[in-house]
C-alpha cells in the first residue's frame, strides 16, 4: 500500500523559504515519477512540479525560478525547495505519485503553507 507523508510546511513571511518533504513508502519511483501540488482556498488544485524516474523536471510558470523539485531515492523522499516566497504561494501542499498519462495516483494528507506580507 501507498503512503506518502508531507513535512516542512509552515509560516514565513514574504521572500521567505521552506523546504518541504514527501516520504513515500510502497512505492517504487518510476514513469512519470511524482509531483507537487497546492490548493489555495476557492480555487482548483494545481500542478507546482513534478519530477520524472529520468529526472526531467516541470514547473508551473509562477513558480519558475523560485521553487526546485528533487527526490532522494535512496531515502524514497521527495523534495520542494521553496524560495522568495510570495503570498500567493499561501496554499496547502500536496505530493502525489504520478500514474499512466502522469496522472496523480495517490496523495498524501497535504501540509499548509502561509506567506504574509
Known amino acids: 500500500q501507498v503512503q506518502l507523508v508531507e513535512s516542512g510546511g509552515g509560516s514565513v513571511q514574504a521572500g521567505g523559504s521552506l523546504k518541504l518533504s514527501c516520504a513515500a513508502s510502497g512505492y517504487i519511483f518510476s514513469g512519470c515519477g511524482m509531483g507537487w501540488y497546492r490548493q489555495a482556498p476557492g480555487k482548483e488544485r494545481e500542478l507546482v512540479s513534478r519530477?520524472?524516474?529520468?529526472?526531467?523536471?516541470t514547473y508551473a510558470d509562477s513558480v519558475k525560478g523560485r521553487f526546485t523539485i528533487s527526490q532522494d531515492n535512496a531515502k524514497n523522499t521527495l523534495y520542494l525547495q521553496m524560495n522568495s516566497l510570495k503570498t500567493e504561494d499561501t496554499a496547502v501542499y500536496y505530493c502525489?505519485?504520478?500514474?499512466?498519462?502522469?496522472?496523480?495516483?495517490?496523495w498524501g494528507q497535504g501540509t499548509q503553507v502561509t506567506v504574509s506580507s
Open positions: 519530477i520524472s524516474s529520468g529526472r526531467s523536471t
Open positions: 502525489a505519485t504520478l500514474g499512466s498519462f502522469c496522472v496523480p495516483r495517490y
